[in-house]
């Protein structure tokens, strides 16, 4: 019994226990659902599409966890992964051939180029002028989105390129593409983060800045390059999406993945006050989100209740993951020790 109460206070037990339950709940509405097959040499099934719908949001979540770990917040990933893909589909459209592997890759990379500028401006806004980060986010939150209608003069640009397709809807080693690219970026974070001092400094920062700063710390630094790899995420999470699409939509692409990130990160047991940080929780956050999501389809939930649905559920989540929730719900009987026999004289 101490052993189980030992697990369940494990910050990891209740988010992964929410996903067990989501999924099997689905195996009601779908006996194959948990069915993996192999098709034209590719994975398919419901499992791999969960994965697969995930990445955008495991990306802009692993870079909203870092930047909530200096105890700031990132609210311009929306707009960023709109300009990204803005950026890349509208250099790629003007190419004299489309599916040239040469022209796909300059258009990437120009678009993962304006992804670190507007992380950079992003954290120069932060560490450098000192605004609030919810305040300097929330700049190039309202101003990303205009900046993306101008790039794309108000329209769906859409592309006919197979390279750029490979990004978001293409397999390699029968796994999704996007897939192995989110696994890359996480584990590369994990190892900066859990391999290097890295990982304590930008907990130290989060914890106490004044502290961390007498301490010989750089702050600013540090601040600078969590935000701009918050950009590199949110790029390369917009690259996903709109090559999954083969378009670009600068007034919808990423639109509320802000909200959904921040909820990833919380589920996966980081404090938005900053400190301690968790990778795998967040990851484990936003695959849980997307089960969530696909859930709501299978079981033909009405669309006018989804969102309530889905508040419902991650209320119930993080009530269970509340230890002060637990204790008063399910109090711990005290043990009462038999009082001695009195001995006769």
């Not at 590369?188 to 961390?212: C, D, K």
């Amino acid at each position: 019994m101490n052993r189980f109460a030992t697990v369940t206070k494990h910050r990891l037990f209740w988010p992964a226990a929410a996903l067990v339950v989501l999924l099997v709940s689905n195996l009601f509405f779908s006996a194959d659902f948990f069915a993996i097959r192999m098709r034209d040499g590719h994975l398919y099934g419901s499992l791999i599409d969960i994965l697969r719908g995930s990445t955008p949001l495991v990306l802009v979540a692993l870079g909203m966890t870092l930047v909530i770990a200096t105890a700031g917040i990132d609210l311009s990933v929306g707009s960023v992964i709109a300009i990204v893909g803005a950026v890349a589909c509208l250099r790629i459209s003007e190419l004299p051939d489309q599916n040239s592997v040469s022209g796909v890759l300059a258009a990437v990379g120009v678009a993962i180029v304006v992804a670190l500028a507007l992380g950079l401006w992003n954290g120069i806004l932060v560490a450098v002028v000192g605004i609030q980060p919810i305040i300097a986010t929330l700049i190039l939150l309202v101003a990303g989105r205009g900046i993306a209608q101008l790039i794309t003069d108000g329209q769906i640009i859409n592309v006919r390129s197979d390279p750029y397709r490979t990004i978001g809807a293409g397999y390699a080693l029968t796994i999704p593409v996007a897939v192995i690219i989110a696994a890359a970026v996480v584990a590369a974070a994990v190892l900066f983060t859990r391999r290097t001092a890295l990982g304590l400094l930008i907990e130290s920062v989060g914890s106490s800045p004044t502290a961390s700063r007498l301490a010989g710390i750089q702050a600013r630094r540090l601040t600078l390059i969590v935000y701009v790899f918050s950009g590199f995420c949110a790029g390369v999470a917009g690259l996903i999406y709109s090559s999954n699409i083969s378009s670009a939509d600068g007034n919808n692409a990423g639109n509320l993945i802000e909200l959904d990130a921040i909820l990833a990160v919380v589920i996966g047991g980081t404090a938005l006050t900053g400190g301690r940080f968790s990778i795998a929780g967040s990851v484990l956050g936003a695959v849980l989100i997307q089960a969530l999501n696909v859930t709501i389809y299978t079981t033909g939930i009405p669309n006018n209740v989804t969102l309530l649905f889905k508040a419902v559920v991650v209320v119930v989540l993080c009530l269970a993951q509340s230890p002060t929730f637990r204790a008063k719900v399910f109090p711990k009987r005290r043990k009462t020790t038999a009082q001695p026999a009195e001995v006769a004289a």
